[in-house]
Each structure stands twice: as C-alpha cells, then as structure tokens.
C-alpha cells in the first residue's frame, strides 16, 4: 500500500473551512484515498474516499489531482467537534482490505 | 442496529494473565479486524479476518490470537499480558464489495497490563 504523508497538525478558526493536506506520491492506479477521523479516544470513523474524481458528501470535499500525488480533505464549515486527528490511507479494494494507518494530522478548532 | 460492540471497556491484567477481549457486530460484515492504538501513534492492525473460519495476520500480531467462528463474533486473546500490549484495542468491521470499504469501529478497550 502507498505510503501517505501529513503535516502532524494545524488549527482552524471556527466557521471557517479546513483544508488538510495529504501527499501519496506513490500511489497506484487502484489505490483508492481513504479520510477517517478520530475524535479524541473514541474508535475512528469514516469520512470519504476517492480514485480520481473528486468527491463530496454531507461531511466533507475530496480534491484530489489530477496525477493522484496529492490530495485534499476539506471541511466547509468547522466546528468545536471536528477537532480530531485525521488520518489519510491509501486503500486498495479487493485486495486484503486492510487500512494502514499514519499518525495523521491533528485538527484543533478554536472559537 | 447496535454496530460494533466491544467489551469490555477497560481492563486490568496481571503480567502472565490472560484474557479475551470481545467483538461483535449486528451488520452481516464479512470482514473484521483487530488494531492496537498506543499513546500518541496511529492505528495498527493486530490480526483480521475476511469471513468466518478464515483469518491472517496483520502487523503487529505476536502474542495474540483470533478465532472466526460466526460472521458476528471476532474474539481476540492475549495468550500471556506483557507490560508491552498496554494500549487502546479497536475492533472493526466492513462489508466485502461494493463501492466503498469504510469500516465501522467499536468503542475501544482500554487494557492496562502491570
């Protein structure tokens, strides 16, 4: 599985829109790019996933580029509750279906 | 539907004990896995399984066992507690095919070993 990249935290202001970075610059073609989060020590929860395009859904955007180096999970409107530790996983479907997990980014939004 | 349980929550062990954590989920998932979390690291993977009476290892699983009986049931012993396997144990599980692969996760068990 591709190896993933994130800086080790960053902060938000709240309302605004968070922008977390992830490098996979060795990603391959079937490897999907997986978010989850973990809210302080609860178990981690899905948040999106893309190949190519990028993807919305009621919790966040995926940008990912176009030559699948990079990719971005934005949060449109932060809240207090989305401080966690985001982590980014490269995945491949079909395979052993297994997540491999980085240390992730930790998000702290302040009032 | 309950998701994934685990019990139970915190748990205390002597060095040389041993113990099963439980994992059970309500959500037909073929596959469930097993994963560690230690102070300040992410999450790593202990041992899965993709269906029931199949399972393999994943990366950390000296000194541990798993068994998949039922699909719902994804029991995890410690064989002998080392101070080592101090940590936070996730269980999850997910649903083979399909679009998406996300896993659902348990609430965790903290173990402490003394």
Redesign the interface.
């Known amino acids: 599985d591709a190896k993933t990249t994130q800086p080790p935290s960053m902060d938000c202001a709240e309302g605004r829109a968070a922008n977390l970075p992830c490098n996979h610059s060795t990603i391959s073609g079937n490897e999907?790019v997986?978010w989850?989060r973990q809210i302080h020590?609860?178990?981690?929860?899905?948040i999106i996933?893309g190949l190519k395009n990028n993807e919305t859904n009621e919790m966040a955007s995926l940008i990912i580029t176009e030559d699948r180096k990079s990719s971005t999970l934005i949060l449109p409107h932060a809240t207090l509750r989305d401080t966690a530790v985001y982590?980014c996983i490269a995945?491949i479907?079909g395979g052993?279906?297994?997540?491999?997990?980085?240390?992730?980014t930790k998000l702290t939004v302040n009032p | 539907n309950a998701g994934?349980t685990q019990t139970p929550k915190f748990q205390v062990l002597k060095t040389g004990q041993s113990m099963t954590l439980q994992c059970a989920q309500d959500m037909n998932h073929e596959?469930m896995?097993w994963?560690r979390q230690d102070p300040?690291?992410?999450?790593?993977?202990i041992h899965?399984s993709?269906g029931a009476g199949i399972t393999?290892q994943?990366?950390v699983p000296n000194g541990y066992n798993v068994s998949r009986s039922t699909t719902e049931d994804f029991p995890l012993r410690l064989l002998s507690a080392a101070p080592s396997q101090t940590s936070?144990y996730?269980c999850?599980s997910?649903k083979?095919g399909g679009r998406?692969?996300?896993?659902?996760?348990?609430?965790?068990t903290r173990l402490t070993v003394t």
């Open positions: 999907y997986y989850y020590s609860q178990g981690p929860q899905y996933h982590y995945f479907q052993s279906e297994k997540l491999v997990f980085g240390k992730g | 994934v596959y896995s994963y300040g690291m992410g999450l790593r993977l899965y993709v393999d994943g990366e936070v996730f999850a997910n083979a998406a692969r996300e896993q659902y996760f348990g609430p965790g």
